[in-house]
């Protein structure tokens, strides 16, 4: 207590060069502070589970050309015969058919899922057969499987992002809940169960979707002009580093189905890559990252220059310290305990600034500021970027403090007193 005392006093009598610097510690705070908060939002958002595995997990790329040979096969059923043949190969663990509905692929389709005439949810619609969930290793409901839930448009399955969500403005939501396609009140779902918490791709937030499953006599009703997405995933002792290659040498051609043929088998993590890279997600993170570097660069050398330059100056009031008494352990203590303690008054205020900002950013215009990023805004998370940042800026002043006044110290009292 007695060394923050004493800073403080210290800090009073050079109020005038201590201004500048509380200045620029102020501004500097800021910068850090959205630095810490942008990288760490993203940083938390990419290491969190996906609910979902892709490993082993391979895509068909298939092509369709030339005359069908077998008239009575309709598209549709084309695209379930391969689903059948590719289920019954040895290597196979499961393999799902779905439209419009594989993760981090692009192709979506939306629609408004409504509880009541006031409360609806955009919702992405998931058109998939049974095996779908196996695939991909998604979470489901013991009780309530997606291979228990009646085929058509009729029942879903919401996942747990889309239920939590209508069970925050509703909480009398339940799965009896009926839900109405849009406010068209004609058109009932009912709920079949739910799928447990799945997020689409890396850099996104928890997924809002509807589950709805299909089958041949469904798929030939409404999607006979559609091209069907095909996955499966590999047995792991069948997964080598050549399966690729061997597939197409040796399965894809036993596959085909009339003028429906096989291309290629795409592991779904080059999928995934492939998709970060469309979605602009990873250059976006390399820009950030790149501007986040300069960032620090420039603001750890200007801080540092600061401290150092005016711990260089005191050299004197060093020498004094230790003729009349003073420990090179106490005088250390006391500039690292005034740099620290500087540090500490200018981030109090700009942390005021910070949450003024933050709070207020939504409410003006929904900038890329705050808004999109894909953490949801809570005090943890402010008082994590708050902590990160002072963390970051203490580490730079005590750096600009150190050298110099270790070199200080090293004066003799004889000295001190002649130059003084």
């Known amino acids: 207590m007695k060394y923050i005392l004493h800073n403080l006093h210290m800090i009073r009598a050079r109020f005038r060069s201590n201004g500048w610097v509380l200045a620029e510690l102020f501004v500097v705070f800021l910068v850090m502070w959205y630095l810490c908060d942008s990288l760490g939002c993203l940083k938390y958002t990419f290491y969190q589970p996906l609910g979902m595995d892709i490993s082993h997990v391979y895509q068909l790329s298939t092509i369709e050309g030339g005359e069908s040979r077998d008239t009575t096969l309709t598209r549709v059923d084309k695209y379930f015969n391969l689903l059948e043949k590719l289920q019954a190969l040895p290597e196979v663990e499961c393999a799902a058919l779905s439209y419009f509905s594989l993760p981090m692929s692009g192709q979506n389709s939306y629609g408004m899922l409504m509880a009541h005439d006031s409360l609806g949810l955009n919702v992405r619609n998931l058109y998939v057969t049974a095996d779908y969930c196996r695939v991909f290793r998604m979470t489901e409901d013991e009780r309530h499987p997606l291979d228990g839930l009646p085929v058509g448009d009729d029942y879903v399955m919401l996942t747990t992002g889309a239920y939590e969500l209508f069970k925050k403005h509703m909480p009398e939501f339940s799965l009896d809940t009926k839900l109405y396609n849009g406010r068209d009140t004609s058109e009932v779902y009912t709920q079949g169960g739910f799928i447990g918490p799945m997020r689409m791709y890396r850099y996104g937030s928890d997924a809002r979707s509807v589950f709805h499953r299909i089958d041949r006599a469904f798929s030939n009703e409404n999607f006979e002009n559609y091209s069907a997405q095909l996955t499966f995933r590999l047995k792991p002792s069948a997964d080598t580093p050549d399966f690729r290659a061997r597939f197409n040498r040796e399965i894809a051609p036993r596959l085909d189905v009339d003028n429906v043929f096989v291309a290629d088998a795409v592991p779904y993590t080059t999928q995934q890559h492939l998709f970060e ?144």
Request: proline letters at 3%.
């Open 277 to 420: 890279v469309m979605n602009g997600d990873v250059d976006r993170v390399n820009t950030q990252a790149l501007v986040v570097f300069f960032l620090l660069v420039n603001v750890f050398l200007g801080l540092i220059g600061t401290f150092w330059y005016r711990t260089s100056r005191r050299r004197g009031e060093i020498g004094l310290r230790m003729s009349m008494g003073s420990t090179r352990r106490n005088v250390f203590y006391l500039l690292m305990g005034e740099g620290l303690l500087l540090l500490t008054m200018a981030a109090l205020p700009a942390m005021f600034l910070c949450y003024a900002v933050a709070i207020a950013e939504p409410s003006v215009g929904h900038t890329a500021l705050i808004a999109t990023w894909p953490v949801e805004w809570s005090g943890v998370r402010f008082l994590s970027g708050c902590v990160g940042a002072w963390l970051l800026m203490a580490l730079m002043v005590i750096i600009g403090i150190w050298f110099p006044a270790r070199r200080a110290m090293k004066i003799q009292p004889a000295d001190a007193l002649h130059e003084e």
